[in-house]
């Protein structure tokens, strides 16, 4: 039988292997919607402090390292603040470039399965 005929086409390994790939990086991509939310609220609040620094009269300020408070100079918690401030912004650059590039990969893999599989398979999200 000839493919046109009504009979759905077979999958190869090779097709398995991209679908499985596909779904990898629709994981992936969810859980990096998660991430860049987290670290855009990082950011957040990371500016709020800064501001509140700003605002501040005091010559020493209470910091969080972990779950303590210390007491520290204030020009010394302006410097630690912007390291954070540029740190988390790396790491939400970096998460979006991921995202970007894993959407890339998720276009080129749905271009290669609905070539094959047509409306056989469906990997659009609901």
Do not use: C
């Not at 210390?70 to 998460?95: I, N, T």
């Not at 890339?104 to 893999?109: G, I, P, R, S």
């Amino acid at each position: 039988m000839q493919q046109g005929e009504g009979t759905e086409a077979q999958v190869t390994w090779e097709d398995q292997q991209n679908i499985n790939k596909f779904g990898r990086f629709n994981n992936r991509s969810h859980e990096l919607d998660d991430e860049i939310k987290l670290a855009k609220e990082e950011n957040e609040s990371l500016e709020d402090a800064g501001n509140e620094l700003i605002l501040s009269d005091e010559d020493v300020v209470r910091f969080q390292i972990g779950e303590v408070f210390a007491h520290m100079p204030k020009d010394e918690v302006e410097d630690r603040l912007e390291s954070m401030k540029e740190e988390a912004a790396k790491k939400l650059e970096r998460l979006k470039e991921e995202k970007e590039s894993i959407l890339a990969q998720m276009d080129e893999l749905k271009k290669i399965l609905y070539g094959k599989f047509k409306d056989a398979i469906n990997l659009e999200e609901d």
